[in-house]
C-alpha cells in the first residue's frame, strides 16, 4: 500500500483513541474524498470508516456514519453529491467509528437499519461502546433489524444486506448490490493493513476468514469492494487479506501446539514477514500476532 495512504490511515487509528483532539482540528481540514464506485453508489473517506452511498431515483441510502468531529463535513459532502434527504442508515457493525452519529442522523428522521445482535449489543453495553458512561440513547438505536438477511430495492438495485457470524463483530453486516457488482464490507475486510478481530464483541478469526470468502465466492474480477478501512479494494485484494490472514492463522496455530504461550509467540515475532506491508497504527504486527494467538485459545 501507498506510504502516505498508510500514515493517513495510521493518523485516523490515533483519531479512534483522541476524538477530542481531533475534534478540535476536524474544522480546517477540506471536506471528504468522494469516490465514484460505480452509476449511484460513492465510498466517502470519511475520517471514520468508509462510509457507502447509493444514491438514485428512489433516494438515498448510507452506510456507515462516522463520528461526531466529523459530522458536519460528512453532511456537507454528502449534500455535494445529492440534494435529496437521507432515507435509510445501514450500519455495517458497532463500532463508534461506524455508529457514532446515529443519534443526529435518527433525529432528522433517517431510519436505522442493522443486524439484531448490534442493537443488542447497544441496548446491553450502552456507551460503554464508547468509552462513556450510561444507557445508549433511543434515537440512537436501530429501528429495523433482521438477523440472516434483508435487501433493498431502491435505486434499480437489488442490494442484498446480509450477516456473517462472529467476523470483525457478532453483527456485521455485508452489503451486496447485486445490479452494480459492488460489496460494501464493512470491517470485515481492511484493505492492504492487518484487521481488527474484536474479541471482546463475539469477533474470531475463523469467522473472519469464513466472512472473507463468502465475499470472495460471490465477486468477480470486476465487483468492486469497499472496505471499513484502506482504500477502494476488489476481489484479488480481498484473496490477499484472506490467504495473509489464513497464513498468520496457520503459523500461530502451530507454535500453539507446539506449547508456546503468548509471550513467547510475540517473542518470536512469527509474523514479521507480514510486518512492512500490513502493520499500521492501530494494529501492529505484534498486537495482531496477540489477536490471533487469542482467538485460537480463548
Ligand atoms: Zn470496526
Known sequence: MNKTIKKILSGLALVLCATSV???????????AVIKVSEGIYMLLSGGGNVGLSIGEDGVVMIDDSMPPFLDKLTRTIKSISDKPIDFLINTHLHRDHTENNESFSQRGIRIVAHENLRT???TKGLKLYDKEGP????ALPVITFSHAISFHLNGEHARVFHVKNAHTDGDAIIHFQNSNVVHAGDTFFNGLFPYIDLANGGNIEGYIAAQQKIIDLSDDQTKIIPGHGPLGNKKKLQAARDMLIDSKNIISTLIKNGQSEEQVVKANPLNKYHENWNWGFI????????????LTE
Open 22 to 32: 481531533l475534534s478540535e482540528k476536524a474544522g480546517n481540514e477540506p471536506d471528504f
Open 284 to 295: 501492529t504486527t505484534e498486537k495482531m500476532t496477540r489477536q490471533v494467538y487469542k482467538s
Open 136 to 139: 445508549m440513547p433511543k434515537a
Open 121 to 123: 449489543s447497544m441496548l
